[in-house]
């Protein structure tokens, strides 16, 4: 059964920048593409950037230009690096592989995700 514990989260003033990492365990990681979600309060969750397992990537428009997705598959690692960060990116972010475009569709149970708070 595939995993995912997610970490690098924190408070972070607006403008700055976070790495997140998500660790995946179990053989499939190779042969999905894995993506990064988010769920701020009283929102539902919401597929932000996702990366196939060829290394193409695709974002959410509010993103884009600031987020970048980049996976390790000699170590089963996802990562998210956030730059420019606005409070509205306030959320918890979580990790899957989303089985479809939207994300609307994934392989795994949740992990615990990571909180990230953009606030001066």
């Known amino acids: 059964q595939v995993q995912f514990v997610e970490s690098g989260g924190g408070l972070v003033q607006p403008g700055g920048s976070l790495r997140l990492s998500c660790a995946v365990s179990?053989?499939?990681?190779?042969?999905?593409?894995m993506g990064w979600y988010r769920q701020a309060p009283g929102k539902q969750r919401e597929l932000v950037a996702r990366?196939?397992?060829?290394?193409?990537?695709n974002y959410v428009d509010t993103v884009k230009g600031r987020f970048t997705v980049s996976r390790d598959n000699a170590n089963n690692t996802v990562y998210l690096q956030m730059n420019s960060l606005k409070p509205e990116g306030t959320a918890v972010y979580y990790c899957?592989?989303?089985?479809?475009?939207?994300?609307?569709?994934?392989?795994?149970?949740w992990g615990q995700g990571t909180q990230v708070t953009v606030s001066s």
């Open positions: 899957n592989a989303p089985l479809d475009n939207s994300g609307s569709y994934y392989l795994g149970s």
């Open positions: 179990g053989s499939i990681f190779r042969a999905y593409a």
């Open positions: 990366i196939t397992n060829g290394g193409s990537t």
